[in-house]
């Protein structure tokens, strides 16, 4: 309705181009990396099946590329799709070109500079081991001084805008950009060691809360809203349907905004988090159901009237089953964060089933639809292959289904095993390794959905290669617009009308709709003494442990076994006495973990020999026959690095860890004593001497350390 | 030079009634309608509010039971049930013992040191991560079916052995503590270094 909005308009008639060419590099590396994410993804699921595709090579165990994995299809493969299709549809909704074509530049080669030093460093073991926020101090600054010229970029374009109002789009990329930067900047605050290790400023309860806080709505406002946003985009253009329903596009993006970011809780059911914070994490996941299916409301009922094009259409059909995907996980994810059902399903497989339910039928899908939209559109050709593009979208979603159904078959299978109580008041299936072996075929088949998947998505790189060849780029198109001026403001228009047109204030809105949940959950943890009580029994990690413990974090452990016994009968027969916050206040970063492949370690401490330990590290089937777990041989072959020692020591201090100034100046030597004699009760089973100075003693030492100091004290109850 | 608009404008597909409903804003061609918020999605949505802000007046500010009292009530009944079973069945009967022998005891007892075992105590009771069990020194028993029946049901959670009465039954305690009678004072080649005291 251009004729409408030009009428009696009195601004200045401008020319404009679009810059396509940055959202044509976006397109690119959005294939290139969904493609390695995917081979991640199947790598790893393999390694679930059977450790022998673990190579029993360091930097390709399953600790170590599950980080990749989940970096590379969050900000690799997801992140690039949003910026091309936020950059495409930016300059069109506000006609203007975008802001300062060098800024879009930096803004790409800088992303993809980051995901490159994320695919070096994380093989390597670098890490901060918090997850989807592993990368280290350098990286994650960087990360915020590109998010800052995307930003500017973004804000920048606004500015020079030709529409008065922003649209329902724009709503949500806005969200996006603020929110994640306060999450990214605050959950990555961290007090460096060296160039390649850093130690989080929050520890145990606090990290926990400030690391989910972020890990919740890195799906929230990184995988959803800006999608949400793509949707409002291109779901109409594709179907040329009006949106559905105005006034729910406005009440669903008010309250998504400001209920999702109060849901991070709902991953720390039954931990040491004071549970007043735990039940608004679990009451604020219910209210935002409907919120949620605003947006899925909106994008399907938009299609009313062309169902018989979402058979024929391609690009269609992928989006009508991605906002199916996107009802159905919005739907499971509230039910998820309900207590009684995360008691069932949380630390099992059920919960990357849901994940990859909305990563892949969510996300994967709406990207495949926007690709196909923007590659046809910006070659100015048709699809190469209909049929190629049909395989793909049922190959995905043969493939997506393989998946959810086997995880969520194993999840609740393992639960109920890990569950079951006899008359006797004992465990049913006491060794953990049974509930391990049962659900191996669910790996199977769960790395063959995986493998569909990621099939179907090499023909869309394919088919869309080919769209590319048989089209044209063709030379920039000029259009014409009129200047703002006060013709444009419209008469009589709503309140939200209005803060339609001031995009500045919009932004400072929806910042505050999303510190308000924020800071009522998260100010406490920094403020009050009474949240975390106190153990005098709790002491910090000698100087050994703490090298052993980082040696845990490099190798992902914390990917696959917990650190935290929930109250909860079974968990309490299986591992021993529940878990309390003050165990955790020296644990920087906590290492709680979120998932049991294998089982909880928070009181693995004392449990067995040091000798046990030595032969479970080298080959976990000797000690545990059937076990999955990877091999981890260099441990006995690198030697324990002594140098950062003391500037670990020393940061740990500035973190408010009391060691003391002899502790600091002696770490070197008490570690070494410590390292002797562990080393000597090895040498009694016949381990040789040279082991001594190598990292396994010090992993050994942390381990044995774990959940001792108030594991050991008598029960008070 | 085009209005960049005017292709999608013509294309709109409008159901019947609908441009009776259709705003005026226009972005890029985009259009929206203006229909009212579905009733069953008004329902869920303050549904939803009602049920949070219930929910929790009534745990965190009535005092519902918390997680960790609910855990508590629960365990007692468990302990009270372990407490039973352990009464009944952790001391060493005599009886039950020489009954289980005859029952091809030694027999059973070796599959069942084989399967739990041998990743500590090794092929033969020759020892690793555990104690040599073919010689004549003990740790925490007097090497006599009596002594070492209890290490077998309550472990010895300090020194790493298992509190096997989780995992085995009764009977299959006794046919293994059965079998490892069988390897007393054996001094199988290749065997752990001596721990413990000497038992003549």
Same mark, same amino acid.
């Given at each position: 309705m251009s004729s409408s909005s030009n009428v009696n308009r009195t601004g200045l008639l401008e020319t404009y181009s679009y810059d396509d060419q940055i959202v044509r590099m976006f397109v690119f590396a959005t294939i290139i990396w969904g493609a390695v994410a995917m081979l991640l993804g199947i790598t790893i699921a393999f390694q679930l099946a059977t450790w022998k595709m673990n190579f029993g090579l360091q930097w390709m165990t399953f600790g170590r590329l599950r980080p990749l994995h989940t970096n590379a299809a969050i900000f690799a493969f997801c992140g690039n799709a949003m910026f091309a299709g936020i950059y495409y549809s930016h300059q069109r909704l506000l006609k203007a070109r975008l802001f300062n074509d060098a800024l879009s530049r930096i803004h790409f080669w800088g992303w993809q500079a980051i995901i490159v030093a994320a695919a070096i460093t994380l093989p390597l073991g670098l890490t901060r081991g918090k997850e989807y926020a592993e990368l280290e101090w350098p990286i994650t600054i960087a990360i915020a001084v590109v998010w800052v010229v995307f930003a500017v970029n973004f804000f920048g374009t606004l500015v020079r805008r030709r529409e008065r109002h922003i649209y329902v789009a724009i709503w949500f990329y806005i969200a996006t950009i603020v929110t994640v930067a306060v999450l990214h900047i605050v959950n990555g605050l961290s007090l460096p060691v060296t160039w390649t290790k850093s130690y989080s400023v929050y520890s145990g309860v606090q990290d926990a809360l400030v690391q989910w806080w972020y890990g919740h #709505?890195?799906?929230?406002?990184?995988?959803?809203?800006?999608?949400?946003? %793509?949707?409002? +985009?291109?779901?109409?253009?594709?179907?040329?349907?009006?949106?559905?329903?105005?006034?729910?596009?406005?009440?669903?993006? !008010?309250?998504?905004?400001?209920?999702?970011i109060w849901a991070g809780p709902h991953h720390l059911l039954y931990t040491t988090l004071p549970e007043w914070a735990?039940?608004? &994490? $679990?009451?604020?996941?219910?209210?935002?159901?409907?919120?949620? !299916?605003?947006?899925? *409301?909106?994008?399907?009922?938009?299609?009313?009237?062309v169902w018989d094009k979402v058979r024929t259409d391609i690009i269609l059909k992928f989006m009508a089953l991605s906002l199916t995907f996107y009802g159905m996980s919005t739907f499971e994810g509230p039910l998820l964060s309900i207590k009684s059902v995360n008691a069932i399903g949380h630390f099992t497989?059920?919960?990357? &089933?849901?994940?990859?339910?909305?990563?892949?039928? !969510?996300? +994967?899908?709406?990207?495949?639809?926007?690709?196909?939209?923007?590659?046809?559109?910006?070659?100015?050709?048709?699809? @190469?292959?209909?049929?190629?593009?049909?395989?793909?979208?049922? $190959?995905?979603? *043969?493939g997506l289904s393989l998946y959810y159904v086997s995880m969520v078959v194993a999840g609740i299978t393992q639960s109920l095993m890990w569950r079951a109580i006899d008359a006797n008041g004992k465990l049913v299936y006491p060794n953990f390794i049974e509930t391990v072996v049962k659900i191996?075929?669910?790996?199977?088949?769960?790395?063959?959905? &995986?493998?569909?998947?990621?099939?179907?998505?090499?023909?869309?790189?394919?088919?869309?290669?080919?769209?590319?060849?048989?089209?044209?780029?063709?030379i920039e198109e000029v259009y014409e617009a009129y200047a703002l001026d006060d013709s444009s403001v419209e008469k009589n228009a709503t309140q939200h009308r209005k803060l339609e047109g001031l995009p500045l204030v919009f932004g400072v809105l929806s910042l505050i709709a999303i510190l308000v949940g924020s800071a009522i959950e998260i100010v406490p943890t $920094?403020?009050? #003494?009474? @949240?975390?009580?106190?153990?005098?029994?709790?002491?910090?990690?000698?100087?050994?442990?703490?090298?052993?413990?980082?040696? +845990?974090?490099?190798?992902? /452990?914390?990917? /696959?076994?917990?650190?935290?016994?929930?109250?909860?009968?079974?968990?309490? %027969?299986?591992?021993?006495k529940q878990s309390e916050a003050g165990e955790f206040i020296y644990d920087h970063p906590f290492q709680w973990g979120s998932k049991r492949t294998g089982p909880d370690l928070a009181r693995v401490g004392g449990k067995y020999p040091n000798m046990w330990h030595y032969r479970h590290m080298l080959n976990p089937r000797d000690v545990t026959p059937q076990s999955i777990m990877p091999i981890y041989k260099w441990l006995v072959e690198q030697k324990i690095d002594y140098a950062t020692l003391t500037r670990k020591l020393q940061v740990m201090k500035q973190l408010?860890?009391? +060691?003391?100034?002899?502790?600091? #100046?002696?770490?070197v030597m008490s570690a070494q004593t410590q390292a002797r004699t562990i080393t000597e009760d090895l040498m009694k089973s016949g381990v040789p001497a040279e082991v001594e100075d190598k990292e396994l003693v010090a992993l050994i030492?942390?381990?044995?350390?774990?959940?001792?100091?108030?594991?050991?004290?008598?029960?008070? #109850? | 030079m085009s209005d960049n608009n005017n292709d999608n404008k013509t294309k709109l597909h409008l159901e019947e009634g609908e441009d009776k409903i259709l705003l005026d804003h226009s972005y890029d061609g985009i259009q929206e309608l203006d229909n009212p918020l579905p009733s069953w999605w008004k329902f869920t949505f303050y549904g939803g509010f009602a049920f949070a802000f219930f929910y929790f007046i009534l745990f965190q500010i009535m005092g519902a039971p918390t997680l960790r009292e609910e855990f508590k009530k629960e365990y007692a009944v468990i302990e009270e049930l372990q407490e039973k079973f352990n009464k009944?069945? =952790?001391?060493?009967?005599?009886?039950?013992?020489?009954?289980?022998?005859?029952?091809? =005891?030694?027999?059973?007892?070796?599959?069942?040191?084989?399967?739990?075992?041998?990743?500590?105590?090794?092929?033969? =009771?020759? =020892?690793?991560?555990g104690p040599n069990l073919t010689d004549e020194y003990w740790i925490n028993s007097k090497g006599t079916p009596a002594t070492n029946f209890p290490v077998v049901f309550n472990g010895v959670p300090e020194k790493g052995m298992p509190t096997w009465s989780a995992s085995l039954s009764n009977e299959e305690i006794y046919q293994v503590v059965s079998y490892v009678q069988t390897l007393h004072n054996t001094h199988q080649p290749g065997g752990k270094a001596p721990q413990g005291n000497k038992v003549e």
């Open positions: #709505n890195a799906v929230a406002f990184f995988l959803t809203t800006p999608f949400l946003g %793509l949707m409002y +985009y291109f779901v109409p253009k594709a179907a040329n349907r009006p949106v559905y329903s105005y006034r729910l596009s406005i009440i669903h993006f !008010w309250s998504l905004v400001f209920i999702y735990q039940t608004l &994490g $679990m009451v604020f996941s219910i209210a935002l159901w409907a919120p949620s !299916w605003g947006g899925m *409301i909106n994008g399907l009922m938009t299609l009313r009237g497989d059920w919960i990357p &089933g849901h994940v990859h339910a909305g990563t892949i039928g !969510w996300n +994967y899908l709406l990207i495949a639809g926007i690709l196909y939209f923007l590659v046809t559109k910006l070659w100015k050709t048709e699809i @190469y292959s209909k049929t190629i593009a049909n395989i793909q979208f049922w $190959m995905a979603t *043969i191996v075929p669910m790996y199977w088949v769960r790395a063959f959905g &995986g493998t569909f998947v990621f099939v179907s998505f090499l023909l869309m790189g394919y088919n869309l290669y080919k769209t590319m060849q048989q089209g044209s780029v063709g $920094m403020l009050s #003494n009474h @949240y975390i009580s106190k153990i005098d029994a709790v002491k910090p990690y000698s100087p050994l442990e703490l090298i052993g413990r980082d040696i +845990y974090i490099r190798e992902g /452990c914390y990917l /696959c076994h917990s650190q935290q016994v929930r109250p909860m009968v079974h968990e309490v %027969l299986r591992y021993g408010g860890v009391p +060691y003391s100034d002899a502790q600091i #100046n002696n770490g030492s942390y381990l044995q350390r774990i959940g001792v100091d108030y594991g050991s004290l008598p029960k008070s #109850n | 009944a069945n =952790g001391v060493f009967d005599e009886v039950k013992y020489l009954a289980i022998l005859k029952d091809d =005891g030694v027999k059973k007892g070796q599959v069942v040191f084989e399967t739990n075992c041998i990743p500590c105590h090794k092929e033969k =009771g020759i =020892g690793d991560i």
